[in-house]
Nanobody
Framework: QVQLVESGGGLVQAGGSLRLSCAAS????????MGWFRQAPGKEREFVTA????????FYADSVKGRFTVSRANTENTVSLQMNSLKPEDTAVYYC??????????????????WGQGTQVTVSS
């Protein structure tokens, strides 16, 4: 079955950096768009970034543009999220997700059929 496993979360001070990774198995990774979402306590899960199946196209939420960078390694079945200049408002559980790659890259939850369990990111002020 499809598994998406996130890692790399933790506690960091404001202004610091973290790198999240998501390892995928049970699917043809290069045929899937990949996305990152986050959910803070009491809030809806929100879109953070997405990358096309080839890695050639990326999208970012306005709140993370210029600070976060998404990348993927199709030979390793992994997608990564480099997070710099972290702010307390970035505190959330971060999820990676996979969407079939024959359509446009989704930027909403509805477009993704597979989800990881999430990894906690906490940014202290």
């Amino acid at each position: 079955q499809v598994q998406l496993v996130e890692s790399g979360g933790g506690l960091v001070q404001a202004g610091g950096s973290l790198r999240l990774s998501c390892a995928a198995s049970g699917l043809t990774f290069s045929a899937y768009h990949m996305g990152w979402f986050r959910q803070a306590p009491g809030k809806e899960r929100e879109f953070v970034t997405a990358i096309s199946e080839s890695g050639g196209t990326t999208f970012y939420a306005d709140s993370v543009k210029g600070r976060f960078t998404v990348s993927r390694a199709n030979t390793e079945n992994t997608v990564s999220l480099q997070m710099n200049s972290l702010k307390p408002e970035d505190t959330a559980v971060y999820y990676c997700a996979a969407a079939a790659g024959w359509g446009p890259v989704p930027q909403s939850r509805r477009g993704y059929g597979y989800w990881g369990q999430g990894t906690q990111v906490t940014v202290s002020s």
